[in-house]
C-alpha cells in the first residue's frame, strides 16, 4: 500500500530504546516484504512477539479438483447455506498455483481465535451483510461492496453482525496491488486513476491490550493450518508506522468509464497481482455511438479463465444469471452474450450492473463443491 500509516506512539529514530513510564521496553518488530527490500512497518509491541505459549496441532488442507469435461461452467453460490464464520465458513470454489477463489455466508458466530494467513494476500468482497474487521494494526469496519485487502502476516479477526451475509473472497499467493500504471514514480494515484487515496480506508488505530492467558491463533500455511496458543493478546502494539497494513476500497468509490464504442475489460481495472487481474463492473452509461453495440463481442481468452461474481443489477450480457452467480468462461473456446442479447441491448443508454471480474493467466481447477452447485445446462445457453 503506497500511504504512510502511523498509529498510536513510536519512537522518533527507528532501531532505538523505547520503554513506557516504568521504564520496560517495548519490543520492535520489522514486518516486511520481499526480504528487507520492499514494503515494510515497524510495529512495537508491549510482549515479545516471538514468544510461543503451546505448538498446537497441524490440519492438513487440500483442495479436491474435478476431473472431466471442459466448460463453461454457471456456479449459483447463494444455494450454499450459510455457515461458521469469515474463516471457516469459506468454501473454495477454484483455484491454481496463484490465487484461491470462493465464496461465504458466514453467520454472526463470534471467532474464538485470531487468524494469521502466512500464505497468502487476501481479498474479502463483502456482498452482503456487515461487520468489523479487528486486526493488530486496529480496526476497519466494513459493509457491502467493500473490497477488505489483508496482506499476509496480519493477526485479525473478522465478526459479521448481520446474519445473512454473503462474500466472495480471493487468496493470493502473491501482493495485491494497485496497477503499476495508476501511479506515477513516487506511489501517488495519477489523475485518471479510476480510484485516488481519499477512497482508501485505512484502520484505526486502538490502544493496545495487555493481557496475558491463553490466546488461540490460527496460522495458515502452504498445506494447513497450525494451531498455536499464545502467551498474551496478538493485539498489544502500542504504536506502528509504514506502508504495511489492511484497508478497504468500495466498489461503489470505483468510476467507470466510458467510451464512444465498447471499451474492453482492462477499463475497469482495479487490481493485479502475479497471475491475475481484478476488475469492478460498476453501473455507467453505455458507449455513446450512434452505431454501438452496448454489451461485449464474443471474445477468446486463449491464455486466460475468466471467472465473473455477479453482485447487483441486471447482467445484460448473460442469461439466467442471478445475484451470487459466477460463471467461469475458460481458455480455449470462445465466450460471449446469448443468443438475442445483441439485439435487444441496442438503445439502451446504460447498466447498472455491479459485478467483480478475475481473469487468471494459469487455468483453474475447479472444486468438486463447485461442481455441486454447477448449471450443467450453462455450456448450451448459446444454442439457437
Ligand atoms: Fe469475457
Not at 487440500?62 to 447455506?81: C, D, I, N, P, Q
Not at 502473491?174 to 487515496?197: M, S, T
Not at 485505512?202 to 497450525?226: K, S, Y
Request: hydrophobic share 35%; glycine share 8%; proline share 8%.
Amino acid at each position: 500500500m503506497a500511504i504512510y500509516l502511523r498509529g498510536g506512539k513510536v519512537p522518533a529514530r527507528r532501531h532505538t530504546q523505547f520503554k513506557d513510564a516504568n521504564g520496560k521496553h517495548y519490543y520492535e518488530e520489522l514486518i516486511s516484504r520481499l526480504g528487507f527490500s520492499d514494503i515494510y512497518t515497524n510495529a512495537y509491541h508491549i510482549h515479545m512477539p516471538t514468544r510461543v505459549a503451546e505448538v498446537g496441532e497441524f490440519h492438513p488442507v487440500k483442495y479436491e479438483a474435478v476431473s472431466g469435461a471442459h466448460r463453461h461452467r454457471h456456479m449459483k453460490t447463494f444455494a450454499l447455506e450459510p455457515q461458521g464464520n469469515w474463516l471457516t465458513g469459506r468454501r473454495p470454489l477454484m483455484f491454481n498455483k496463484d490465487i484461491v477463489l470462493g465464496t461465504a455466508s458466514p453467520t454472526n458466530e463470534a471467532p474464538d481465535f485470531h487468524f494469521k494467513n502466512a500464505t497468502a494476500d487476501e481479498m474479502l468482497f463483502i456482498h452482503r451483510g456487515k461487520g468489523r474487521m479487528e486486526s493488530m494494526f486496529g480496526t476497519l469496519d466494513f459493509g457491502e461492496g467493500d473490497y477488505i485487502i489483508v496482506p499476509r502476516g496480519v493477526i485479525y479477526k473478522v465478526k459479521f453482525e448481520s446474519d445473512e451475509s454473503r462474500m466472495f473472497y480471493m487468496e493470493s499467493f502473491g501482493p495485491i496491488d494497485w496497477p503499476k500504471h495508476f501511479r506515477n514514480q513516487y506511489g501517488q494515484l495519477v489523475e485518471d486513476a479510476p480510484y485516488c487515496e481519499r477512497d482508501i480506508r485505512l484502520p484505526e488505530f486502538v490502544e493496545p491490550i495487555d493481557q496475558t492467558g491463553e490466546f488461540p491463533i490460527r496460522i495458515r500455511l502452504v498445506n494447513g493450518v497450525q494451531d498455536y496458543l499464545w502467551g498474551h493478546h496478538p493485539f498489544d502494539l502500542v504504536g506502528y508506522d509504514g506502508y504495511y497494513y489492511p484497508w478497504i476500497f468500495n466498489i461503489r468509490d470505483y468510476m467507470p468509464k466510458v467510451g464512444q464504442l465498447h471499451l474492453p475489460p482492462p477499463s475497469h481495472l482495479t487490481f493485479t497481482g502475479p497471475g491475475y487481474v481484478v476488475c469492478s463492473f460498476c453501473p455507467r452509461p453505455f458507449d455513446f455511438d450512434e452505431k454501438a453495440v452496448p454489451i461485449p463481442y464474443a471474445h477468446s481468452n486463449v491464455d486466460s479463465d475468466e471467472v465473473l461474481y455477479y453482485v447487483e443489477g441486471n447482467f445484460m450480457s448473460r442469461k439466467g444469471i442471478e445475484h451470487g452467480s459466477i460463471t467461469l468462461h475458460p481458455y480455449g473456446i470462445p465466450h460471449g452474450p446469448q443468443p438475442g442479447l445483441l439485439e435487444k441491448s441496442l438503445g439502451k443508454k446504460g447498466t447498472n450492473e455491479l459485478a467483480v471480474m478475475v481473469d487468471t493467466f494459469a487455468a483453474l481447477n475447479v472444486s468438486t463443491l463447485a461442481d455441486q452447485i454447477d448449471d450443467a445446462g450453462y455450456p448450451y445457453s448459446w444454442q439457437y
